[in-house]
């Protein structure tokens, strides 16, 4: 399976979401390749940095940040049982092949109605990849939530009959994400019994259960 996480908008956890679901599904013993296809190189650097650290490597990090990403990645997924593709804010070229790259397209949204306008130019390319991959699955994310909030739960109501619906699985805004991305670390290896290690594996699941 081929997992994408994408949206032109930044800074809505892109990177964290598909470090840790790579972990999470690591730790149950698949085979996990996470492709670096922002410019940025966030996933490499935090990569890096767990290396760096000692910290022991549960799956692979590669840079691919070309519009040929799309042929590549079939030949990754040979060889794993899930590639995970952290995709680039506003490179539409980037974007395009990434969606054509995937089984299942996840797109990280946090609970403001400005992050919703942000995405239409998202649907727009992932209705384009549609004419070519029918069978595309697509999915919102709830991501940093803050604890009790209404507007979290106005949002989730709000696409609950959009097109692409939004997943059950809400993950918080919490302090152990930003330690993790500054140390190499995922919320499991600082904490296993927390509520972020809690949020993410029942992410894992859900988004794991959209692919026969």
């Given at each position: 399976m081929i997992v994408a996480l994408l949206n032109q908008k930044g800074g809505v956890g892109k990177t964290t979401l598909a470090l840790h679901l790579a972990g999470e599904w690591s730790r149950e013993g698949k085979r996990v390749t996470v492709i670096d296809a922002d410019p940025q190189g966030s996933a490499l650097d935090w990569s890096a940095q767990r290396a760096k650290e000692g910290v022991p490597r549960l799956f692979g990090v590669l840079g691919l940040a070309r519009d040929t990403l799309h042929r590549e990645a079939p030949d990754l997924a040979r060889d794993a049982d899930h590639v995970i593709i952290d995709g680039p804010p506003r490179v539409a070229g980037l974007l395009r092949s990434a969606l054509l790259a995937a089984d299942l397209v996840l797109i990280p949204a946090q609970p403001s109605?400005?992050?919703?306008?942000?995405?239409a130019e998202m649907l727009r390319l992932l209705e384009e990849a549609r004419i070519f991959r029918p069978q595309l699955v697509a999915r919102f994310v709830l991501n940093r939530c803050p604890a009790r909030t209404v507007i979290?739960?106005?949002?989730?109501d709000g696409l609950a009959d959009h097109d692409p619906p939004v997943l059950a699985s809400r993950v918080g805004q919490r302090v152990v994400f930003a330690h993790a991305a500054r140390t190499g670390k995922l919320a499991s290896d600082i904490d296993i019994a927390s509520a972020a290690t809690r949020e993410i594996a029942s992410l894992a699941a859900e988004v794991e259960a959209l692919i026969p």
């Open positions: 109605p400005f992050d919703g306008w942000a995405s979290a739960r106005e949002t989730a």
